[in-house]
């Protein structure tokens, strides 16, 4: 193989390096700035400090000092107009905004994350966001958590205990073994809305019958009765409504029907949304865009709307063929609403419960007691065998003693056993 010469360099200045080649090179783009955070720190010692449940003041867990939150600039909770926020953003969708990254003032780390608020993962610092992407919808307003962690272990240890159908050993757990103070995102729609409908109106009335019963004594007899009909008659008109605060929940990260039996929420202890609210607690950035709390919010309304279209139709039974309605003045709000969520194990199995910061209400999972769930229909079925051996009793006069009491014996022996442990034995699980 023949080898090439390669070229020679480029000849040097004398007394200096060989020349640069032609052009600079670009300059590294800067990397992108992160967005200021909020990190309080108590006037005292320096630490951090954290929202004081129920009050309007941060607190430092260190020294105990205090400090009043100073009231922004605006106070009042706006909300805003539907229709142009979607002339403006149609296209954007929250998916499609990413995370961003937050740099701790405690110890300088930076965090990813999509969340208004987070806990730094080195030095547990408080990370509050101060800015917001373009095309995400702020935060108007937040519902302060008024029960603090002691509250809501209360709390979580009086629904752990009254559950029905639970394992006796379920009373041991005491305490949840993480307890987590979030803010959770909801949206909020008021709307003017006018329905036409068309339907039927059904009034009762009664014509009298005849037939042939038995007399009881071999032969038969003829008796009058009353007999219920509906008269139909064709219905149409106008119903209208004021809707004010639909909440519908703004996450898929927690489960929908859960969050649903949280409320209602005290809407009115809503305060104008300040950063420093959130301090100490994370708080969930929405995941669920306007558009789409939008047609839940008006399926919301339409349970409310075809109750109102039925009362106008009145009579004693009604059939709506067709409701058209007309969403006028459509505003809406993003709140954040305090939830503390608690976990435990039990049967190696690890159970979530909610924990609702703003009334004290508690949903959430548990397990169950087969054994209790098994006593319970034993009992049940002996009941009945008691109530039938009764009524033969009563209507032939038999001796049916000695069937009764072994009835009564099982009776007494299955609820003795099902009512023992954690809550009673025999009723409907919570």
């Known amino acids: 193989m023949t080898g090439s010469t390669p070229p020679p360099l480029p000849p040097a200045a004398a007394g200096g390096p060989p020349p640069l080649p032609v052009g600079e090179p670009a300059e590294p783009a800067p990397a992108p700035e992160a967005p200021p955070v909020l990190f ?11 929202y004081a449940p129920g009050t309007t003041a941060l607190t430092c867990g260190a020294c105990g000092a205090s400090r009043e939150i100073d009231a922004g600039e605006d106070t009042v909770v706006d909300e805003h107009s539907f229709d142009d926020w979607i002339a403006a953003h149609a296209d954007v969708r929250v998916a499609s905004l990413g995370g961003h990254v937050l740099r701790c003032e405690g110890c300088g780390a930076q965090v990813e994350t999509t969340d208004l608020a987070e806990s730094c993962q080195f030095c ?19 519902v302060p958590f008024t029960i603090g962690q002691d509250g809501a272990q209360a709390a979580f240890r009086e629904w752990v205990t009254s559950r029905w159908f639970a394992p006796n050993s379920l009373k041991r757990v005491g305490r949840a073994h993480s307890l987590r103070g979030t803010y959770v995102p909801h949206w909020t729609f008021d709307a003017a809305t006018t329905s036409d409908y068309t339907g039927r109106r059904g009034d009762h009335y009664y ?32 119903v209208a409504r004021d809707f004010d605060d639909v909440v519908v929940p703004a996450t898929t990260r927690l ?40 047609t839940a919010a008006r399926e919301q309304m339409a349970e409310v709307i075809d109750s109102d279209v039925r009362r106008d139709i009145g009579g ?17 709000k993003l709140v954040l609403l305090p939830l503390w969520l608690a976990s435990y194990t039990h049967g190696g199995k690890q159970w979530q419960v909610m924990v609702n910061a703003n009334t004290g209400e508690v949903t959430g999972d548990r397990p169950y007691s087969n054994v209790k769930i098994a006593l319970a229909v034993l009992v049940a079925l002996v009941l009945a065998l008691v109530v039938v051996l009764l009524v033969l009793q009563a209507r032939d006069g038999s001796d049916v003693g000695p069937p009764l009491s072994l009835g009564l014996d099982l009776l007494r022996a299955g609820t003795a056993r099902a009512g023992s442990g954690v809550g009673s034995g025999v009723g409907p699980p919570a």
């Open 124 to 142: 547990t610092g408080h990370l509050v966001v101060l800015s917001t992407p373009a095309g995400l919808v702020a935060p108007e307003a937040v």
């Open 255 to 294: 489960a929908t029907d859960r969050l649903d039996e949280m409320g209602p929420w005290k809407l009115e202890t809503a305060v104008a949304y300040q950063p420093e609210f959130l301090s100490g607690y994370s708080a969930l950035r929405y995941d669920v865009d306007p558009q789409d709390g939008s």
């Open 316 to 332: 004693d039974e009604q059939e709506v063929s067709r409701v058209d309605t007309t969403y006028a003045q459509v505003m809406f």
């Open 207 to 238: 014509v009298t019958r005849t037939r042939t019963v038995s007399d009881g004594k071999g032969g038969t007899r003829t008796e009058t009765y009353q007999e219920r009909q509906t008269r139909w008659s064709r219905a149409s008109g106008r």
């Open 40 to 50: 309080a720190s108590c006037p005292s010692c320096g630490s951090q400090v954290t």
